[in-house]
């Protein structure tokens, strides 16, 4: 399943004059009434509240992302640059003749890499997902592990300051629990993601305006 290949939106050329514009500026020119910075100061909150651990993830995904939550998907660091997400072979996850649904793969696919992405930029960036692409090999028995590799290394892009698509490489492999055995490939995804500065993003709503 494919959507529309990422690529980088047109008004997007401007991001690296925007990105050059003290933040100060920009807060001075999106600054609102106290209930708009009330509004601000909440989100912010929350958002790094989402990515400190595990279980505020799951407290957030149960509000805002119930199919994460009830799905059961948590990540975990492998190494500095390749991280997995384990989907628990639970009955919401399984179809009719009891392997793991297409659709709770696919699907997973994105949430996991949008934890990743998140989880490295923090709660001042959106993440968004541009492009999935994933490739069934073989029917999933039990628990599927995504191993993610990004592409780019996302703490460079990072020190731009400017919007930027990162695109992430997924195996999904079917977790075995044997002593000796290796995990069997059950699928492999492709996914791009477009981060951006929440704070350019308010200020284009506010030249908007």
Not at 54 to 72: D, E, H, K, M, T
Not at 74 to 81: E, G, L, R, S, W
Not at 94 to 122: D, H, K, P, Q, T
Not at 162 to 191: H, Y
Request: net charge positive; proline share 5%.
């Amino acid at each position: 399943m494919s959507t529309v290949p990422a690529q980088r939106p047109a008004e997007l050329d401007a991001s690296s004059a925007e990105a050059s514009i003290p933040k100060a500026s920009m807060r001075t020119e999106i600054s609102g009434g106290w209930l708009s910075r009330w509004y601000d100061a909440i989100e912010a909150f929350v958002s790094r509240l989402s990515v400190r651990d595990n279980f505020w993830q799951r407290v957030c995904s149960l509000i805002w992302l119930p199919y994460a939550f009830f799905s059961g998907i948590k990540i975990k660091a492998i190494n500095a640059d390749t991280y997995a997400a384990i989907l628990p072979f639970r009955r919401f996850n399984r179809n009719w003749y009891r392997a793991m649904a297409g659709g709770a793969l696919l699907a997973n696919s994105e949430i996991a890499g949008g934890m990743y992405v998140f989880g490295i930029c923090g709660g001042d960036y959106t993440v968004v997902c541009k492009h999935l692409e994933y490739t069934f090999l073989r029917p999933c028995f039990g628990p599927a592990v995504y191993k993610m590799t990004p592409r780019q290394s996302v703490h460079q892009l990072l020190q731009s300051g400017e919007e930027f698509n990162v695109t992430l490489d997924l195996e999904i492999s079917q977790q075995v629990s044997k002593p000796g055995v290796r995990d069997k490939r059950v699928g492999r995804c492709e996914a791009t993601f477009h981060v951006a500065p929440k704070i350019m993003q308010k200020m284009k709503q506010a030249r908007k305006k």
